[in-house]
């Protein structure tokens, strides 16, 4: 019987959906394993976080109160003397950008193997096996391992966990030591403000990697003109300086739910996909058939963008 | 101050591939530098030209095929370049996070730099945790998704700013020395020009086997073990529009006019 430790996922006094969501994956280990689930909630208001996360399949949830933002030092100290203290098989935490800030420093504290950015977990109490994307998203695999380790899981592939719990909410009185904290959070800042916002469009015209050059670029403002349509991007092109961030839609953007999305040359890893899979209506306008954006979409064009979008132009100025 | 990056040569996939075991079949792969290691070359070496770093050393764990993708480093700017190989990472199918971080780390040792610049993560397995580890191993600090950093190191710290979800960046001061993982669109990395190509081929390149760094073999042999490889069940119920441009920008205006947004 072997337990697993889930560690909360917050920012400037909000949970973000994936500490509920990890309750799930780690209910369903625990279960394959016959031990109990364990959920860390550190710094911020970790009392009111507990309340929330009392949810069903919660055996126990520890608070350490230090500070109000992440930290990853904090983290990090408060994780591994959770470890120590309740012995878990699995360390369980969000692949997210503050995830990616401790997980794997707590796995080379601990010495224990990490796996990141899982999409599904199993275990028969001895063996991991996990599965995960290689190559952007062109293939799955599983990995197995042996034995203790730490899991990083992506958001949105567990429901979230629903019901009131009956977890038993405890304070852990974690020995934080200041002199290894190296570094100070001053501030958040929203970016991507400006003119537009693209969430509020009903029909987005969102530019990718496919049009290549920055020139080309016109051909889609036109496009947008013609359709009087927002004009949005994936990441590369914002990247490159071709657009501001504000017309950025996915994980690190904007998430945007309009009527209807047309992805041009796009081909949609899953952190863009993450920001556009609410819309209504999904059309995909791509070369390579096979190109993940045609899991999403509810039309497709497979064909040149350059000849496609000049007839769609002509087609609403003609 | 000296900065050392970590270059990685990523395997890419053409659109259509197949799968031999647990791999792509060779003919459907390329080789390519990491994206993400594109830009934290980018950056060191505009630290450098800043007066900030005086020299930029890349650092890669791969067989002497990579050199090529390595020179494209030393032809953006990079002054030399450490390259780890050894007969007993051959076999390895994947090198898991602790094995690469065993032997990253030891080339830091030796190396001593102020500061190591790593891509977030690697096109290919996209593990997203070395940089972070090896910070931790060597008793760095770090920073994991920097997007921004500030050409001013005077005093021993970088601040930076981290790109968190949802358009939200953290602006975090960290003491050096450290590891910061860096985001693509930092900055708008260079393209290697044909005097830096030329002057590439005289950069120096060390090539070290694990002995030569103090890697004892077992500490390599990797706890994750990749034991399946497919594609992924396509879950699309798309509707495929056939015909020529012109018909099937026809029938995506009618869509639009069906659906109120477009006149």
Not at chain 1, 52 to 62: M, Q, S, T, Y
Not at chain 1, 309 to 317: H, Q, R
């Amino acid at each position: 019987m072997t337990d697993v430790l889930a560690v909360a996922d917050h920012r400037r006094g909000e949970l973000r959906d994936v500490s509920y969501e990890i309750i799930t994956a780690g209910r369903q280990l625990a279960d394959e394993t016959g031990g109990d689930l364990h959920l860390a909630v550190i710094s911020g208001t970790v009392d009111e976080f507990a309340d929330k996360l009392n949810r069903e399949g919660v055996d126990a949830i520890h608070t350490v109160s230090h500070g109000e933002e992440f930290n990853h030092d904090v983290y990090s100290q408060a994780i591994t003397q959770l470890y120590d203290e309740l012995a878990p098989q699995f360390v369980v935490t969000p692949n997210s950008v503050n995830g990616l800030d401790y997980a794997p420093a707590i796995a080379n504290e601990l010495d224990l193997p990490i796996v990141t950015d899982t999409v599904d977990l199993e275990t028969d109490g001895e063996t991991l096996i996990a599965t995960r994307e290689m190559y952007g998203g062109k293939v799955e695999t599983t990995n197995e391992l042996e034995g203790d380790a730490v899991v990083t899981i992506r958001g949105a592939e567990w429901p979230a966990a629903e019901g009131t719990g009956d977890a038993a909410i405890e304070a852990f009185d974690a020995d934080i030591d200041e002199d290894a904290i190296g570094s100070t959070v001053s501030g958040f800042e929203e970016v991507g403000g400006g003119d537009v916002d693209i969430s509020e469009a009903e029909l987005l015209v969102s530019i990718g990697r496919g049009i290549e050059e920055e020139e080309n670029l016109d051909l889609i403002r036109d496009l947008a003109d013609a359709l009087d349509a927002t004009l949005s991007s994936s990441r590369p092109i914002v990247d490159n300086g071709w657009l501001p961030k504000n017309r950025q839609v996915g994980q690190s953007g904007k998430v945007v739910t309009p009527d209807v999305y047309i992805a041009i040359g796009i081909s949609g890893a899953v952190q863009h996909v993450a920001g556009m899979k609410g819309s209504d209506t999904i059309v995909a306008i791509n070369t390579d058939p096979n190109a993940p954006i045609m899991d999403i979409a509810d039309y497709a064009i497979v064909d040149d963008l350059f000849d496609v979008v000049p007839e769609l132009i002509e087609e609403f100025e003609g | 101050m000296k900065i050392l990056v970590t270059v990685k040569e990523v395997a890419t996939v053409e659109d259509e591939f197949e799968i031999e075991g647990t791999e792509i079949a060779q003919q459907y792969l390329g080789a390519d530098l990491n994206e993400w290691d594109d830009y934290a070359i980018e950056e060191a070496v505009q630290l450098q030209e800043d007066g900030i770093a005086d020299e930029v050393v890349t650092v890669t764990i791969g067989p002497e095929d990579c050199e090529q993708t390595i020179r494209q480093a030393l032809a953006k700017g990079a002054d030399r370049a450490v390259r780890v190989w050894d007969d007993a990472l051959e076999d390895v199918d994947l090198l898991d996070v602790n094995a690469k971080t065993e032997i990253l780390s030891a080339v830091i040792e030796e190396e001593d730099p102020d500061l190591v610049l790593s891509g977030v993560q690697a096109g290919d397995d996209s593990f997203a945790a070395t940089g972070v580890s090896v910070a931790e191993n060597i008793g760095f600090q770090w920073g994991a998704v920097v997007n921004h950093l500030e050409h001013d190191l005077d005093d021993g710290i970088a601040s930076v700013r981290r790109e968190l979800e949802g358009g939200v960046e953290e602006l975090t001061d960290i003491e050096l020395p450290a590891v910061l993982t860096i985001q693509t669109g930092i900055n708008e990395p260079r393209y290697a020009s044909l005097r830096g190509i030329r002057q590439a081929q005289q950069k120096p390149m060390d090539v070290k086997a694990l002995a030569d760094i103090g890697v004892d073999e077992s500490t390599i042999e990797t706890e994750l073990e990749l034991t399946d490889m497919y594609e992924p069940e396509s879950e699309s119920d798309v509707t495929t529009w056939e015909g020529s441009a012109d018909e099937t920008a026809s029938e995506l205006g009618e869509l639009l006019r069906d659906k109120g947004v477009a006149q």
